[in-house]
C-alpha cells in the first residue's frame, strides 16, 4: 500500500485538494501547494482540508468514468438488474455492467475506487492527526474533528462493501478477509483485517462522530452533519443487522426534514435545494463538469453520446410493479413514442434516442452544460431503513407505518400494507429498488441480502448485459484488488 499511499497524502491549494503529489511527495511539497503546517495553522486553514474532501467526491480524477461517488454510484446500478442499457454508447461503464471489469486487477475502475477511498482516509488521518495543533476555538476543532471521523468511516464501509466479503449478519464474528484498516497516516504496508474489525473500527469512527457533531451547526449540505453521520450509522447498522440501532438511526437523521412534493419528484434530483437531501454535492457554475458529471450518463436532457445515444432504460419487471397512481411511474415512459413526445416538450432534439420505458428521472441544468447536485442521502432512503428494520425486528405495525408515510406521498392510491414478515419485507424491498432507482444503491443492497443477479426474462440485451446470472456468494461479488497495490504490499492477499 505504500505507493498508493504516498500519492494520498494531503496537499491543499487555495484551500482545495490537490489532485496529485509526486510519489517522493514526503520528501518535496509541490509549489502549488502548501504544507500541513500551513494547512493547519488555523481552523479556518483546515476547514480548506474538510472542502478538499468533499471536492473529491464529485471531481474527475483520470478518465471520465471517474467523477468520484457519482462514478461509483453509477457503477453499483449497472451491475444490478435494474437498469438496462439501449446501446453501446462511447463506452464508458460497459465492463461493469457486464460484469467483467471489476473481475480485472488491471481495471482503471478497479485501481479509481481503491485510491479515492482511500485518499479520503488519508486526509482523513491528516486532519485528525493535526487539528489539535490549530489555532482556533474547541468547538471549531470538535466540527472539524466530527468531519474527518465519519468521513473515514464511510470510506471504509464503501471499501470493506466492494473489495471485502460479504457481512454476514446471522454467523457472527465475520472472520473474512475485508481491507486494511487505516487509522493513522503512514505508507508501510498494512494486510487486510477481517471483515468484522472493519466494521467494528467504522462503528467507532462514527459514533466518536456523533457526538463530536452533536449540536454543532449544518454549514452545507455538502458538509456532514450530525444527521448525515447518523445516516451513515443507519446503513452500516442495515448492513450488520443491528435493527434497532438502524431505525432509531434513520429516525433521528430525518428529523425535521420533508418528503419531497409530486411536483418536486419530477424536477430532476440535480438541485442541493430538495427538502429531502440530506446530503449531497453542490456543483456552482464555475465548476464546469463537462463529460465525467454523473448527468452525462444518466440524465435524459445533456447532450452526450451516452444519453444521446444510449437512454437508460428502466427493467419493464419493476416498472410493471409500479401502480399507474403512483407519481414515479412517470420517471420513466413505457413507449418510445411517449418518450418522444415528452423529449419534444422539453425541446429535446430528435437527435436524442426515445426508448421504451425511457428514463427521465434524472435532469442536468440543460442540453449543455452537465452540473448537477448529485444526492448522496435522502430523507425517503431513511424511511425505507426504518422500514426494513423494523420489519426485520419483528414490529410489522411501525414497518407498515413508516413504508406507508413515504408510499402514500408519492401515490395516493397507495392502501397500508397488512403484509407481515417476510412477505412485507419484500414488499419494502420492491419500494427500495423503486425509489433509489439510479442512485447507486443495488450492488450493495443485492450484496448485503445475499441475492442472486437475475436479468432473465426482462427488457435487457445479450450483447449489452452480457452477464444474467450471478449466483448469491459468488466470488464475483468482491471486487479484485487493484494490481498497484498487489505489486507494492507484500501483505495484502488477492480476492479468489
Known sequence: MKRIFRNSILAVAALLLAQGCSKDYLDTIPSDSVGPSTVFATTKNAWGAINGIHRLLYMQWAQQDQAG????????DYLGEDIVMTAAGSGWYNTHHQWRGHMTSTNATVYFAWRMYYRVIANCNMILENIDNATGVAS???????????YRGWAHYQLVQIYGKRYNWTAKPNTQLGVPIMIKSTTEPQARATVEEVYTQINKDLDDAIALLNGKPTRAKSHISVAVARGIKARVALTT???????EMAA????GLSLMSQAQLLEGFSKITNPEYIWGCEVVSDQTTFFFSFYAYMSF??????????PKRCNVLLYNQIPATDVRRQWWEATSAAARTRLTAAGIPTTFTATTHHNFKFRAVDQADSRGDF????????????AEAYARFGNNTLAQDRLFTLISSRDPGYVKSTLTGTALIDHILLH?????????????????????????????????AFTFDVPAGDNRWQWMIPEDEMKANPKMVQNP
Not at 444526492?375 to 426504518?386: C, K, S, T
Open 69 to 76: 461517488e457519482q462514478s461509483m454510484c453509477i457503477n453499483s
Open 140 to 150: 471549531e476543532k470538535d466540527h472539524i474533528k466530527g468531519q474527518a471521523l465519519a
Open 241 to 247: 443487522g443491528n435493527w434497532q440501532t438502524a431505525y
Open 252 to 255: 433521528l437523521a430525518r428529523a
Open 301 to 310: 436532457n445533456f447532450s452526450s453520446t451516452m444519453n444521446r445515444s444510449n
Open 375 to 386: 444526492p448522496y442521502m435522502r430523507v425517503a432512503e431513511m424511511y425505507l431503513i426504518e
Open 432 to 464: 427500495r429498488r423503486i425509489e433509489l432507482w439510479g442512485e447507486g444503491f443495488r450492488f450493495y443492497d443485492m450484496k448485503r441480502l445475499d441475492i442472486a443477479l437475475n436479468r432473465n426474462g426482462a427488457n435487457h440485451t445479450a450483447s449489452l
